[in-house]
Nanobody, 125 residues
Framework: QVQLVESGGGLVQAGGSLRLSCAAS????????MGWFRQAPGNEREFVSW????????NYADSVKGRFTISRDNAKNTVYLQMNSLKREDTAVYYC??????????????????WGPGTQVTVSS
């Protein structure tokens, strides 16, 4: 069965960095676009970034552009999110997800069919 497991979250000071990882199993990872989303308390889940199966095409939310970098290693079935210059407003639970086959978009939660349990990122001032 499809499984996604995030890791790498934690507590970091503003201006610091974290690298999140998402290990995938149970399907052919290299065939799927992967995305990262986040959800802060009281807020809806929001798009952060996606990466095409080929690892070349990527997209970012305006709020993280220039600070976050998404990448993937298809040999390791893992997608990463490097987060630099972290701000307090980046505090959230971060989720990785697999895009649903046939989706016409890649920036909405409904475009994804499998999700990890999430990893908490807390940025302190």
């Amino acid at each position: 069965q499809v499984q996604l497991v995030e890791s790498g979250g934690g507590l970091v000071q503003a201006g610091g960095s974290l690298r999140l990882s998402c290990a995938a199993s149970g399907y052919t990872f290299s065939n799927y676009l992967m995305g990262w989303f986040r959800q802060a308390p009281g807020n809806e889940r929001e798009f952060v970034s996606w990466i095409h199966w080929n690892g070349v095409s990527t997209n970012y939310a305006d709020s993280v552009k220039g600070r976050f970098t998404i990448s993937r290693d298809n040999a390791k079935n893992t997608v990463y999110l490097q987060m630099n210059s972290l701000k307090r407003e980046d505090t959230a639970v971060y989720y990785c997800a697999r895009r649903r086959p046939g989706s016409v978009s890649s920036s909405r939660s409904v475009d994804y069919d499998y999700w990890g349990p999430g990893t908490q990122v807390t940025v302190s001032s």
